[in-house]
């Protein structure tokens, strides 16, 4: 079994951002679509969650970028899953520019929950009669837990939208991503070299649920944690950069 997947894919104009790159919502979403894609093609795709019962939900996210696709540049991506490690199924990916230079790699893990109860089922079962061994890492281990940190900055209010809504009726991991970048100003992001970005999903936030978004500054990185009305931490995440003049 080939456990490795690709396919080209060309950059449109809402993929990017001020700057002409591809946006940090459209990693996701593209990293999102392989996913998808690849999960179908070895049985435990979509259809396989419609029959069981079950979906899955992503949990964590690290990228690692070298460089930011732009506007019409054709990439291709690649995925492929990794040995389950506990409650997470693993799951890494590549983009290449057109050039074949590598831009991003990242690594992922995902939660298989049973529809009917929302509790995890453990990843393992699925993943029986697959074989790791040789299969690498895009990015050294598995996506890290956000780390604290000390003081808080500015915050911001979101509420939760139909658009913002995945066909599970909870908001869409890319959403989160936006709701991120919706924290920085364009000229304070222009001045960004973007060097990583995690993600954490703790709580899924549904329709009309307000989200108070509240960011920490350090060296090098940006935190924002998202907070439902209850007190709950729905996300975490943090950008990591090299400021340029």
């Not at 506990?86 to 893990?109: Q, Y």
């Not at 050294?140 to 913002?164: F, I």
């Not at 439902?228 to 975490?236: V, Y």
Request: proline content about 4%; overall charge negative.
């Amino acid at each position: 079994m080939d456990m490795h997947y690709s396919f080209s894919h060309t950059i449109i104009y809402s993929e990017i951002d001020t700057r002409g790159r591809l946006a940090l919502p459209s990693f996701s979403a593209i990293f999102q679509e392989a996913a998808l894609l690849q999960a179908e093609k070895l049985g435990f795709g979509e259809s396989y969650c419609a029959a069981e019962g079950r979906m899955w939900v992503l949990s964590r996210l690290r990228v690692e970028f070298d460089r930011s696709p732009v506007h019409r540049e054709t990439i291709r991506v690649e995925t492929w899953p990794k040995e389950p490690q506990g409650p997470l199924a693993r799951r890494d990916f590549r983009i290449f520019g057109v050039d074949g230079e590598l831009c991003a790699r990242a690594t992922s893990g995902w939660m298989l929950l049973d529809t009917a109860s929302m509790r995890p089922v453990r990843p393992q079962q699925v993943f029986k009669d697959f074989d790791f061994s040789g299969v690498g890492e895009a990015v050294r281990g598995s996506a890290p837990k956000v780390p604290g940190c000390d003081g808080e900055g500015s915050q911001v209010r979101v509420t939760a939208r139909y658009s913002d809504l995945d066909q599970n009726d909870h908001v869409n991991n890319t959403r989160y991503v936006r709701w991120f970048l919706d924290c920085f100003s364009p000229q304070e992001f222009d001045r960004l070299d973007l060097t990583g970005f995690d993600i954490n999903y703790s709580r899924a936030a549904g329709w009309n649920d307000i989200v108070t978004l509240k960011r920490c500054d350090g060296p090098g990185s940006t935190i924002v944690r998202g907070y439902l009305d209850d007190g709950s931490e729905s996300f975490a995440a943090m950008l990591l950069y090299r400021e340029v003049s």
